[in-house]
């Protein structure tokens, strides 16, 4: 059974043109002008774009005392209604936990996925058997682990354990990401605005300002380089973040930062609205932030300095944030925008002129697929590719709303706003997931992305690591003794 895509403009990241798009059990095996195949799906007025990544996702994730809502089953469904095609799931150990067992308990979650996952692999403790295991992890295709810099007592490592860490994933050709807040200046600023009477969820935001992000982003960078790892900045929302990977950058350092959709279209006047319910929605961290870091953010994405666009998708429902009711330091971080990335960041981003629709592609799907090596199977058109494409109705609009919204939450964090330009189909693997916005379920039919580890990156940098390397000095007037 063959596929094709007929009459559309295909849209990669670096090229625009007309072409028909031949499918063949899950692949794609031709790409040309008037293919013929055993089903057409027309095209025609529509962009044939690879399918999104989004790269950090927290589904059924146990935190601050619940578990996320939306598991690989309504993520995955609620990612391909958005044209998400791909997810990358964080696989977090409880301190004292091996990660090969924690692994296992994120492979069991994803029984009724609709959509390929992969995972990242979290460091939160360090020791002996973490060491080893990273390089089992590894084996097993995850090649990605990521440091909390922040949540204190829970599962925030400390710059000795980043360190080591660091120089494991360094010898492992692995990639070393953070979640970069300064976590002692955090769990200070939060001690003190609840001994003030602070306890709303406008305190949230003062807990951590742009100057955590900044240190710690700083900071990591500083320890990557010394560690000779190539660096993922998670969440990057402010101009302090920005500027140490734009300067890094600028330096020949490997180190790539990820805005999110939320903290490039809200600002932090959410968390003064009246309803105390609207506010802790919101509450997530980074917190967001004002008009001027968004314009950061945009800029970072329009030269380059930023790389990719995520969701960091951990949604809470309102029961669930109401855990924090007299103590803001309680409600459950976290927001959902799975489903809403790929309508947001084309709407506020090519429909304003931002960003061009090739630029589009590559912050949405092919950048990430590139820094996590799963390029071209994922995020290309290309002949031998997975057929993981959105075929795109740039005139389609809707007004986002939780009660049409596939995720599990019951509200939405981006409700009340049209976007303009959604998905007329979703294909994953081959597989027609929406249908003229209609979801088309197929549970089970996501299967595991394993990656290979990138030697060639590390190489890169281990050639400026080997000149720093003490040499030792020949020397003949050495003192008798070293007083
Ligand atoms: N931030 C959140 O808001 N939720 C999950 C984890 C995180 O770092
Ligand atoms: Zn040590
Ligand atoms: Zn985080
Ligand atoms: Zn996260």
């Given at each position: 059974?063959?596929?094709?895509?007929?009459?559309?403009?295909?849209?990669?990241?670096?090229?625009t043109y007309r072409a028909d798009v031949l499918i063949d059990n899950g692949i794609i095996t031709a790409i040309g002008p008037n293919l013929t195949g055993d089903t057409t799906l027309d095209a025609t007025g529509c962009y044939i774009m690879p399918g999104g990544i989004d790269p950090?996702?927290?589904?059924?994730?146990?935190?601050?005392?619940?578990y996320s809502?939306?598991?690989?089953?309504s993520g995955t469904r609620a990612a391909l209604s958005g044209g998400t095609t791909m997810v990358v799931d964080f696989a977090l150990p409880s301190p004292g936990q091996g990660l090969l067992d924690a692994l296992q308990m994120w492979h069991n979650k994803t029984g009724r996925a609709h959509c390929d996952y992969s995972f990242h692999m979290a460091v939160t403790w360090w020791g002996e058997?973490?060491?080893?295991?990273?390089?089992?992890?590894?084996?097993?295709?995850?090649?990605?682990?990521?440091?909390?810099?922040?949540?204190?007592?829970?599962l925030m490592v400390n710059d000795d354990e980043m360190y080591h860490s660091f120089s494991r994933c360094a010898d492992l050709g692995a990639l070393a990401m953070v979640h970069a807040e300064n976590g002692d200046v955090v769990a200070e600023l939060t001690a003190r605005l609840l001994a003030e009477g602070n306890t709303g969820p406008e305190a949230h935001a003062y807990s951590r300002p742009p100057q955590v992000e900044g240190e710690a982003t700083n900071r990591a960078i500083m320890i990557a380089d010394m560690a000779g790892v190539p660096l993922y900045v998670v969440h990057t929302s402010c101009e302090e973040a920005h500027e140490a990977i734009r300067r890094a950058r600028q330096q020949g350092k490997r180190v790539w930062g990820e805005p999110l959709i939320q903290h490039l279209t809200l600002d932090e006047t959410e968390y003064f609205h009246p309803d105390w319910d609207h506010a802790a929605r919101r509450v997530m961290s980074p917190p967001f932030r004002s008009k001027a870091h968004q314009d950061s953010l945009w800029a970072g994405l329009q030269s380059g300095s930023l790389s990719v666009v995520a969701t960091d998708h951990c949604a809470f429902t309102t029961a669930q944030k109401r855990n924090g009711v007299g103590n803001f330091s309680k409600i459950p971080n976290g927001t959902g925008g799975l489903e809403d990335r790929m309508p947001m960041l084309w709407t506020y981003g090519v429909n304003t002129g931002r960003l061009t629709m090739n630029e589009f592609v590559a912050v949405t799907s092919t950048n990430?697929?590139?820094?996590?090596n799963c390029y071209p199977k994922k995020g290309a058109v290309l002949v031998g590719a997975d057929a993981d494409l959105v075929v795109w109705d740039p005139e389609k609009t809707k007004t986002i709303s939780a009660s049409a919204q596939q995720s599990a939450i019951d509200y939405n964090v981006f409700e009340g706003k049209?976007?303009?330009?959604l998905p007329r189909y979703t294909l994953t693997r081959g597989r027609v997931a929406v249908a003229d916005g209609?979801?088309?379920?197929g549970e089970g039919h996501g299967q595991f992305v394993a990656r290979e580890a990138r030697p060639a990156v590390n190489r890169a940098l281990s050639a400026w690591k080997e000149i720093t390397a003490p040499r030792a000095v020949a020397r003949t007037g050495v003192p008798a003794t070293g007083v």
């Amino acid at each position: 059974m063959t596929t094709i895509i007929r009459n559309g403009t295909i849209v990669t990241a670096d090229l625009t043109y007309r072409a028909d798009v031949l499918i063949d059990n899950g692949i794609i095996t031709a790409i040309g002008p008037n293919l013929t195949g055993d089903t057409t799906l027309d095209a025609t007025g529509c962009y044939i774009m690879p399918g999104g990544i989004d790269p950090h996702t927290h589904l059924e994730m146990p935190f601050m005392g619940t578990y996320s809502a939306d598991d690989f089953e309504s993520g995955t469904r609620a990612a391909l209604s958005g044209g998400t095609t791909m997810v990358v799931d964080f696989a977090l150990p409880s301190p004292g936990q091996g990660l090969l067992d924690a692994l296992q308990m994120w492979h069991n979650k994803t029984g009724r996925a609709h959509c390929d996952y992969s995972f990242h692999m979290a460091v939160t403790w360090w020791g002996e058997q973490v060491f080893d295991e990273m390089k089992s992890v590894v084996d097993q295709g995850i090649t990605s682990f990521k440091h909390f810099m922040a949540y204190k007592g829970a599962l925030m490592v400390n710059d000795d354990e980043m360190y080591h860490s660091f120089s494991r994933c360094a010898d492992l050709g692995a990639l070393a990401m953070v979640h970069a807040e300064n976590g002692d200046v955090v769990a200070e600023l939060t001690a003190r605005l609840l001994a003030e009477g602070n306890t709303g969820p406008e305190a949230h935001a003062y807990s951590r300002p742009p100057q955590v992000e900044g240190e710690a982003t700083n900071r990591a960078i500083m320890i990557a380089d010394m560690a000779g790892v190539p660096l993922y900045v998670v969440h990057t929302s402010c101009e302090e973040a920005h500027e140490a990977i734009r300067r890094a950058r600028q330096q020949g350092k490997r180190v790539w930062g990820e805005p999110l959709i939320q903290h490039l279209t809200l600002d932090e006047t959410e968390y003064f609205h009246p309803d105390w319910d609207h506010a802790a929605r919101r509450v997530m961290s980074p917190p967001f932030r004002s008009k001027a870091h968004q314009d950061s953010l945009w800029a970072g994405l329009q030269s380059g300095s930023l790389s990719v666009v995520a969701t960091d998708h951990c949604a809470f429902t309102t029961a669930q944030k109401r855990n924090g009711v007299g103590n803001f330091s309680k409600i459950p971080n976290g927001t959902g925008g799975l489903e809403d990335r790929m309508p947001m960041l084309w709407t506020y981003g090519v429909n304003t002129g931002r960003l061009t629709m090739n630029e589009f592609v590559a912050v949405t799907s092919t950048n990430i697929a590139k820094i996590l090596n799963c390029y071209p199977k994922k995020g290309a058109v290309l002949v031998g590719a997975d057929a993981d494409l959105v075929v795109w109705d740039p005139e389609k609009t809707k007004t986002i709303s939780a009660s049409a919204q596939q995720s599990a939450i019951d509200y939405n964090v981006f409700e009340g706003k049209t976007v303009k330009g959604l998905p007329r189909y979703t294909l994953t693997r081959g597989r027609v997931a929406v249908a003229d916005g209609v979801v088309q379920p197929g549970e089970g039919h996501g299967q595991f992305v394993a990656r290979e580890a990138r030697p060639a990156v590390n190489r890169a940098l281990s050639a400026w690591k080997e000149i720093t390397a003490p040499r030792a000095v020949a020397r003949t007037g050495v003192p008798a003794t070293g007083v």
